[in-house]
């Protein structure tokens, strides 16, 4: 036994002769199936999502596309996963790979001097909040992601953008959580709720939709 084998011995136990499938034989029809059910989930979530939203992503992008043309600026925030995507989104649309025009946008999760220190010196709640305060003016954009909707230093963040002027974008799952009650208070412009209670799939969709923003954003702006 040697290389993966030896690594993972329990997946190369035989069948018994009568012809029961080896673990391994079992493992992969398991994933085999596992991945297709995912694939049909996810195109529900995408199909739902365009059904209920696909208007309104568009005029989304179109506001979008007026605050950049007016010299207005991205900024995304998100904690966790969630974290990891407004880093995503910032780079979308500040370095395309696909050659489309560069827009002016930051992650604020990337600057983890001013997030830690607010973090330990104030509080967590207002490590998104804070930046924006200091830095954005009405013709920007907040983009804030959180599967849940319930992300206080999200839900802070937003209430700031509001007071700014800046156009609040959001992006949550479920049932929107706490988001969608700041969206019918107003502190949140478009709220893209990811129909879905997996993670996973939330993630995947909110991906799909901050893609496709980006691409009307950018069609606006050629017109």
């Given at each position: 036994m040697s290389g993966v084998e030896e690594l993972y011995p329990f997946l190369y136990e035989r069948g018994d002769p009568g012809g029961t499938p080896g673990r391994l034989a079992t493992v992969l029809a398991e994933v085999a199936r596992s991945t297709r059910d995912k694939i049909v989930e996810i195109e529900r979530v995408r199909g739902e999502l365009l059904a209920a939203q696909g208007e309104r992503i568009g005029m989304c992008a179109e506001e979008m596309a007026r605050r950049f043309a007016a010299g207005g600026r991205l900024f995304s925030f998100g904690n966790g996963g969630s974290s990891t995507?407004?880093?995503?989104?910032?780079?979308?649309f500040l370095s395309p790979a696909d050659g489309g025009r560069r827009l002016p946008a930051r992650a604020l999760t990337q600057d983890v001097a001013t997030l830690t220190a607010l973090a330990n010196d104030v509080s967590f709640d207002v490590v998104f909040a804070r930046p924006l305060a200091a830095a954005c003016r009405p013709t920007d954009i907040a983009v804030g992601l959180s599967t849940s909707g319930g992300s206080r230093n999200v839900l802070r963040a937003f209430t700031e953008a509001h007071r700014i002027g800046m156009l609040t974008v959001g992006f949550a799952g479920y049932s929107g959580?706490?988001?969608?009650e700041a969206a019918d208070a107003?502190?949140?412009?478009?709220?893209?709720?990811?129909p879905s209670d997996s993670v996973h799939r939330i993630q995947e969709a909110q991906t799909t939709t901050y893609h496709v923003l980006w691409e009307?954003?950018?069609?606006?702006?050629?017109?």
């Open positions: 995507d407004a880093e995503a989104v910032a780079h979308q959580g706490a988001m969608a107003g502190e949140i412009d478009y709220l893209f709720v990811m009307l954003v950018q069609l606006a702006l050629a017109q």
